[in-house]
């Protein structure tokens, strides 16, 4: 305040020759009427310059463009430093006489509104009659009013012949007396100049606003900047802040990054919603969210190449690259404050699909013309941040897939508490066991593909060990359940069966380690099988080798059991299938071998040959009977016929040959069953002994054969137990 009461307590001394100074430019939505009443009219009376620039002010008020962010401010407050410093340079050449004007200049550097405090007294009144004349040439406008009707081109002429003089004045010394006059006319030149780049900023404003494109503004804008670029090519060696670039293309780009910015942060802006309701929205809310981002983005791009882009060039401005990187980066920064607040598996994905899949998309503008990789832009998401999300899903994924497997268990337990059989499809046993892991697996790996790879092989490990939990939860649960019969246990088996070779084959490298623990448990559920079938068939053995044998048909109810089971393995896949039939057959041969080494009657003389014949009729049934179900397992159909020959040879020294082929046939007998065969045989005591020894030299060569791998891998009388009875001993003795 002092420094006002200073300036305006005497007359001040300036040169006659000093030239008009310019009006206060018409800055959009940022001065404020505070001039009002009586002071106003003093200032309107005192200082006719100022007339135009109320009526400056007076139009600009009108227009519906707002206040100036903040952004703009920075250009007066630029223009004000500028003007210190040359001031300061000014006191340094100045003379000793004018020390008290030099300490009155720093004050108008305090802000917009210090020049028009400066320039009170009578030397404001003398500047300002000659300035009218110089603003108001012979078209009658001045520089704010070029200003405020967007002749920018124009108002730029204007200032730099203004500017041309003020540097010619200064460089001749006028000023030497008197530096508030310099300092006058430099912060009116400085604040006309920032009105300038104000007003550019409003039409990057207004440009994708709804109004429509004024394309001769946009042209007005374009040859301004270059023009003032080549009036300012580079700063000037002595510092002068008047000479010094204005930057108007930088503003210009700063501008449409703002512009950019706040058409992004329109998107979802009418959608305000609690937080109870945004968390229940969930997903489906942020993915409307970022289609509505999507759609405004693609329009206002659009908009940009077939009506910004054609105005702007002409004076050669990059515009579609400029909007591009802005809209690019405001993107950008949208997509990082949603992040912040994503929350659950589904959100997650949502954001991360959007940026890989919709916005990465070459089809994203929806033109064959326009595409978002026209020039390297930098990710969307920085790798930090698309690092972040991508562990927070496959978290959040992690717990997802283990309550799916949860809630496909209690499925399936509840179908099972159902006690319905399980459908056939397409012939086989089925049940919605592997389709559900199926389209489990598959889901969640082809969305995370599209994402990144990385994320794919990530959710395949999740995938596999999540299933490799389930496995063994799914057998315990099933196996002391209610549902322990054929139709579920086929069921079971075809469902493993399709969940190994299909995951495998669609996976390759992935699901291997599961491979063993799956064929376990389908051996688990086939052995299971197995036992049903052998509960059923046990007691039917126990009349074999009896009297009663010799003259029924004792073996065919337990044939015709084994028939009835084989008629469920047609429901399962033929591989497991045509495994459980084949053990099925060697569990019947074994039985019975198991049953004529332990008689529960000895037969001598011609029941002995009757048994032998009845041997080799039961081994012709049971032959044919698998051979008619299909098994494969036709190593089985020597064993008892063997044995039914040893019994029933009357001459003794065939024998011998039998054995040869009875242990050439199945290596895994042992001494203990020669001499069974031979006790029911009843030879004598040196032919016992002669056929022991040999048999002896033929396993000898048999566990060679083994030991190469000369031998097959079948098994039969090495799971037949033979007790040492009174006969087996006589025999040995």
Known sequence: MSLARTVTSGPEPHSPEEPAKLQTPPVRGTWRASSEGAASTHREDTRPGLGTLRRAFSRTSQ?????????DLGLFQRGSHFLFRSLRRAKDNGSTADQSHATEVPGVTHGPEVPSRVMDGR?????AGVGRKELEPEAGKSVADLITERHLLAAFQQLRQLEVRLVAEKASHTFEKDPTGFARRAMDLCLHYDGLAAEIGAIVRETLGPDGV????????????????????????????????????????????????????????????????????????????????????????????????????????????????????????????LAQDARGCEQLYVLLDWAANVYGSPDFLGAPDLT???EPLPPLLAPALWARLQNDYTSFLEAKIT??????????????????????????????LSIDVHMLVAEHVKAAGAISAELEATTLRICT????????????????????????????????????TSLLARFPGTFEELEK???????????????????????????????????????????????????????VAPLRAQETLQEVHRYVVREYLAQVLRPRERFRGEERMTSSQKMGLDAQAI????????????????????????????????????????????????????????????????????LLQHARDLLRAAAKAAGSGAAGGHVLFEEIEVPTSVDVLLTCI
């Open 63 to 71: 227009r519906p463009s707002g206040q100036v962010p903040e952004e």
């Open 123 to 127: 030397s404001r009144q003398s500047s």
């Open 214 to 337: 004024d394309a001769a503004a946009l042209g007005e804008l374009g040859r301004v900047v270059r023009a003032e670029e080549e009036a300012h090519p580079a700063p000037p060696a002595d510092g002068d802040f008047l000479l010094t670039p204005r930057r108007w293309r930088q503003h210009w780009e700063d501008a449409v990054r703002r512009s950019a910015q706040e058409r992004v942060q329109q998107a979802g802006a009418g959608e305000a919603p609690g937080a109870a309701e945004a968390e229940a929205e969930g997903a489906s809310g942020l993915a409307r969210l970022l289609a509505e981002l999507g759609g405004l983005v693609r329009s206002d791009l659009h908009k940009v190449r077939q009506e910004v882009q054609p105005a702007y060039s002409a004076a050669g401005f990059p515009a579609w690259e400029a909007y591009l990187r802005a809209f690019h980066g405001a993107v950008a920064q949208r997509l990082q404050e």
């Open 372 to 374: 978002l990789s026209t």
């Open 403 to 432: 309550s799916c497997f949860d809630s496909i268990l209690q499925l399936e337990q509840s179908r099972w508490a159902d006690a319905k059989p399980p459908d056939v499809l397409q012939g086989l046993y089925h049940t919605p």
């Open 465 to 500: 060990r999540a299933l490799g939990l389930f496995l063994p939860r799914f057998e315990k649960a099933f196996l002391e359940s209610k549902a322990v019969n054929e139709p579920y246990l086929g069921a079971n088996i075809n469902a493993y069966e399709e969940l190994r």
């Open 517 to 571: 623990p799956l064929a376990a448990a389908t051996y688990t559920f086939q052995k299971r099988l197995l036992q049903g079938l052998q509960c059923d068939v046990q007691p039917l053995f126990r009349v074999l080798c009896t009297k009663a044998w010799l003259t029924q048909d004792v073996l065919q109810p337990l044939m015709d059991k084994v028939v009835a089971f084989a008629r469920h393995l047609e429901h």
């Open 623 to 690: 032959g044919d009977t698998f051979q008619g179900l299909g098994s494969e397992a036709t190593w089985l159909d020597q064993a008892i016929p063997c044995v039914a020959d040893i019994l029933g040879e009357t001459y003794k020294e065939d024998i011998r040959r039998h054995l040869e082929t009875l242990i050439g046939s199945y290596p895994d007998i042992r001494r203990d069953h020669v001499r069974a065969i031979l006790a029911l045989r009843r030879l004598g005591h040196r032919r016992n002994q002669r």
